[in-house]
């Protein structure tokens, strides 16, 4: 129904998926910029950067497809729309992602599927089974856990209603920060996106692995496989949290 | 006057109102802040000295960026969607029947929110840079009164700009697409992405001349003293410029536009 209503405005439609396309790949116009100027950033070539944008971009704009309406949540408790939702007989989190589902999104995915596919075609990796089954677990786990995060995100503003910034800082944040290799960030930021909140398990480990890359803080090898299981771990508190808000959640009015 | 410095005193308060979500994007301004600095950071360690500025001076127009990212509207969150609202539902019928100008009404509130921006969420993001970095900030008053002026030219050049986006939803009803063909031309033209003085050869030329210049590099290079004299005097002279022509623009389509507004309702 969103994806036919977008359509009604039919220039303004074309307008925003070319833009959502040009405008997920404006980081990347950046970073052509910058290499324009550097042969190395961080010790990583250019097409290694595109392989990290890429396996980001992607995750992200999946998640961003699936759930970036997450943040509709705080304005429906604010204006009391969230009641509409409750008595429907659909499971609310599935009807928030639904609302106003956002086809152009697309454009994102598919700018970064074009980027990483560029950087393979200029890699010169020692391709392994292995190493061939990374790419596509890496791409998926990386998509749930930025879904997690929305989810998280979602489940905060039933708190807090008009602090959907702070996701942002998280979802836009995190993208920004693992399109650059992790060897530009000071160690305490790297343990913190891996530890604290596992951003890193979306493409920094897995990508170090399929790159051949050794890990700045020297972790285990078999972390760089984890990334589904963080995916799931990600996802039960975010669930939980996101019970809670709904059960917990009073509607406006006097 | 005195109507318009009201509608800029409650422009200021409406967004004063929103306390959580001003603490919000402090919260975020400051972490996309670490991350450029530390991407700015290896750059300028591979090549020392690029577009002119050292590291601190880098690092300084990084958090300068985060300062003046809400106040100038750098990724949107002005006042356009609710202006093309306004229009999309015939409600701007009452506004042009007011004893008011549309346009310097709209500035006026766009400069009241600006001004609160520019408190709530540009002084903290710039004070945890200076605390984390070593940042080349002016110790002469003066040059920060300077900065001022240029940001304040600055968002009236956004807002030029932004009205003249804003009032297409006369011919298009939807404003989505055109806000987002605008915030990319910002995000690229302004030098969020990275400063203007770093674009290669003769693009580089070119984005230092196109209004989107005014709204963030002018002002941090001015911040940053890399203009003196005339060439100080000159650089605000080319945002005014700016400013007068976008005003004078919006002003033309306006006339164009009340023209052809035909109320809608039965």
Not at chain 1, 119 to 125: A, G, H, P, Q, Y
Not at chain 1, 230 to 251: E, H, N, T
């Amino acid at each position: 129904m969103w994806v036919r209503s977008t359509m009604a405005y039919r220039t303004s439609f074309v307008m925003m998926t070319a833009g959502n396309f040009l405008g997920s790949g404006l980081d990347f116009a950046g970073i052509l910029i910058m290499f324009s100027h550097i042969e190395v950033l961080g010790g990583f070539s250019l097409a290694e950067v595109a392989f990290l944008y890429g396996a980001t971009s992607v995750s992200f704009g999946l998640a961003d497809l699936l759930l970036g309406n997450m943040d509709r949540v705080g304005r429906r408790v604010r204006d009391g729309t969230m009641d509409t939702l409750l008595v429907r007989p659909v499971p609310v989190l599935a009807q928030v992602a639904a609302d106003r589902f956002a086809l152009r999104r697309l454009g994102r995915v598919t700018q970064g599927t074009l980027v990483l596919v560029w950087s393979l075609s200029r890699l010169d990796i020692a391709w392994t089974p292995v190493r061939l089954l990374l790419v596509p677990v890496m791409l998926v786990s990386g998509a749930a856990i930025y879904g997690a995060v929305f989810v998280a995100g979602a489940a905060f503003q039933f708190w807090a209603n008009d602090a959907s910034e702070v996701q942002n800082a998280f979802t836009y944040g995190g993208a920004t920060l693992l399109q650059y290799p992790p060897t530009v960030f000071a160690t305490e930021l790297v343990r913190g996106v891996t530890f604290v909140v596992p951003l890193a398990f979306v493409n920094w480990l897995p990508a170090q692995r399929v790159l051949g890359r050794d890990d700045p803080l020297g972790l285990p090898g078999w972390l760089d496989f984890a990334s589904p299981l963080v995916a799931l771990a990600c996802w039960v508190p975010a669930a939980l949290a996101w019970r809670a808000g709904l059960r917990g959640y009073r509607s406006t009015g006097s | 006057m005195r109507l318009y410095a009201a509608v800029a005193v409650s422009g200021f308060r409406r967004h004063a109102t929103y306390r959580v979500a001003t603490a919000a994007g402090v919260f975020t301004n400051t972490v996309f802040g670490f991350i450029v600095a530390y991407t700015f950071v290896a750059l300028w360690a591979e090549r020392p000295h690029l577009g002119g500025y050292d590291r601190t001076q880098a690092l300084t127009f990084v958090w300068v960026t985060q300062a003046l990212l809400a106040a100038a509207s750098l990724l949107g969150g002005g006042f356009q969607e609710e202006l093309q609202e306004r229009i999309r539902s015939g409600d701007i019928v009452v506004d042009l029947y007011r004893p008011a100008d549309l346009q310097l009404w709209w500035l006026a509130a766009e400069l009241g929110r600006a001004a609160f921006q520019l408190l709530g969420r540009g002084v903290v993001p710039l004070a945890v840079g200076a605390l984390a970095f070593e940042l080349a900030l002016p110790a002469d008053p003066l040059l920060w009164l300077v900065f001022l002026l240029s940001v304040l030219l600055g968002i009236v050049v956004g807002f030029g700009l932004r009205y003249l986006v804003a009032l297409c939803a006369f011919w298009l009803l939807d404003g989505a697409g055109v806000n987002t063909l605008s915030g990319l031309l910002c995000i690229f033209f302004s030098g969020i992405l990275l400063p203007l003085n770093v674009f290669p050869g003769a693009l580089g030329e070119v984005v230092r001349v196109l209004p989107w210049a005014t709204m963030l590099q002018v002002p941090a290079d001015v911040l940053l003293g890399r203009h003196h004299g005339a060439g100080l005097a000159a650089a605000l002279a080319f945002q005014a410029a700016w400013a007068v022509v976008l005003l004078g623009a919006g002003r033309a389509v306006q006339a164009v536009a009340t023209r052809k507004v035909v109320v809608q309702g039965g």
